[in-house]
């Protein structure tokens, strides 16, 4: 995946004709679906972002959010933004074929779709795999979200030409405002993914998988159900450190994501990103300032010496 080319036109015939009809951008859900739309089903797959003629350079990047009770409007403000997220990330430079792959996360211990995850795409297919999200709402009232099989997928399930080719990690976002369970129940992921575990896998090894090869961050905003909760800032940033970022308001996900990616890739500095946002006419320059200020810049990794291999019966690397 990851061939075409991002086209504000086609987004905005798109979003003209949504609106004449009276047709929902996430009308999937709005239909009353209730099961992975086979598109974004990660049971048996993996996600792949490779190089082309097209995009010689591909940057990865993952963006998984909680689709559970307050949540759900998350998926909403992305897909508003896109415009401006791929305009920051194209038009300024912030990363070489940039290449965005869209998932959800629920509870695998009472949701219907606990689990959902597009692929990597350069175009307006990418508009494609959010609208097909189910937003469910749901959630265990229990203050945790299976985020840890979002993160077992990126960690077991993704190859990037990015990390095989150049030894560069890609970015993941996590989006979210509960604690993930403590373990990868290997019951959760015969059912949703197919993998045959054996036995449960501690949350901090899945994490140290996933951030080898990832640029991981967790952003928790502000406007959901546990915002402001030391509980849950400091769980994730025991496991993630300053890469755990709180947000002010909900519709800076796309400035904050942007700026953090041309941070990593030493594309600009904090100063020049935020003079961008003002250029735009974005009112998130505020918010952004004080959630990257933790940051700083030069976030990448250097060219990995570890050894990478692939699993030849299913195709993905695995560290």
């Known amino acids: 995946m990851g061939s075409g080319i991002w086209s504000t036109d086609v987004y905005d015939a798109a979003d003209r004709y949504r609106r004449s009809t009276g047709r929902s951008a996430f009308s999937y859900s709005d239909s009353g679906a209730r099961t992975v739309h086979p598109a974004l089903d990660p049971r048996d797959a993996s996600r792949e972002s490779r190089d082309s003629d097209e995009h010689p350079q591909s940057t990865p990047i993952a963006v998984l959010f909680d689709v559970t009770g307050s949540m759900r409007r998350v998926p909403r403000a992305l897909q508003t933004k896109l415009p401006q997220l791929l305009g920051l990330l194209q038009r300024q430079g912030y990363a070489s074929d940039p290449q965005i792959m869209f998932g959800a996360i629920g509870d695998a211990t009472c949701d219907r779709v606990p689990l959902q995850v597009g692929q990597f795409e350069s175009d307006n297919r990418m508009d494609d795999d959010l609208g097909r999200i189910v937003l469910e709402g749901g959630g265990g009232g229990q203050m945790s979200e299976s985020y840890e099989l979002a993160l077992y997928f990126m960690a077991r399930h993704t190859v990037t030409d990015n990390w095989e080719k150049r030894g560069r990690r890609g970015y993941l976002f996590i989006i979210g405002d509960e604690l993930a369970y403590p373990q990868v ?25 996933v951030t080898r090869r990832w640029d991981t961050y967790y952003l928790l905003p502000a406007g959901s159900h546990y915002a402001g909760n030391a509980t849950v800032l400091d769980f994730w ?11 002010d308001d ?70």
């Open 250 to 319: 909900l519709d800076a996900v796309c400035e904050t994501i942007a700026l953090t990616i041309g941070l990593g890739e030493q594309a600009i500095d904090l100063d020049e990103g935020l003079r961008h946002l003002d250029h735009t006419g974005s009112n998130a320059t505020g918010t952004v300032s004080k959630a990257l200020a933790r940051l700083g810049r030069g976030r990448r990794a250097e060219v990995s010496t570890l050894p990478a291999f692939r699993d030849t019966t299913g195709g993905v690397t695995r560290l």
């Open 185 to 209: 129940k290997a019951r959760e992921v015969a059912g949703l993914i197919g993998d045959d575990l054996g036995e449960d896998v501690p949350l901090r090894q899945v994490v140290d998988e």
């Open 237 to 247: 940033r025991d496991l993630l450190g300053q890469n755990a970022v709180v947000l």
